[in-house]
């Protein structure tokens, strides 16, 4: 039976596998399109711009703005009941992506709408593998 009190870890499989390896050694890593030249967040193995598969793996520099977010008061699973309340939130990247991850490091009072923001990474108890996640520029 798990472990109700851990937080979800990653399973990464073919096509995620070489994302959760950048997380692991602090990158956060996105596709890019070699035809239309187009970003794209989460990985597949067609672009969702264009459908061609010429897709390129490159480092975000880890710089962004909030474009929407929550403030969750109540803890979806039990593991999270110690962060609330916390802040979900959508991440624009200056790399033309945008992804949903936690705002850490950070009152949720503060957190505004086109807020910067830059990549951090953190570790989860009982796994080796690393969450992107935000915290204030």
């Known amino acids: 039976m798990a472990d109700v009190r851990a937080k979800p ?5 073919g096509i995620s596998r070489h994302y959760w390896e950048g997380a692991n050694l602090g990158e956060f890593r996105y596709q890019r399109c070699g035809a239309c030249g187009k970003a794209q967040f989460y990985a597949r193995s067609a672009c969702v711009h264009c459908h061609a598969t010429q897709l390129q793996w490159q480092k975000a520099g880890g710089g962004g703005r909030i474009a929407s ?14 962060d609330v309340p916390y802040v979900l939130a959508l991440v624009d990247l200056d790399e ?8 850490l490091r950070c ?30 520029a």
């Open 9 to 13: 870890v990653p399973v990464p499989d």
């Open 96 to 103: 033309g992506l945008r992804f949903m991850c936690n705002v």
């Open 107 to 136: 009152d949720p009072a503060q957190v505004r709408i086109g807020m910067p923001v830059r990549v951090c990474f953190e570790s989860r108890p009982g796994s080796e593998q690393t969450i992107p996640q935000v915290e204030p």
């Open 69 to 82: 977010f929550s403030v969750i008061h109540r803890a979806p699973l039990p593991a999270f009941a110690g």
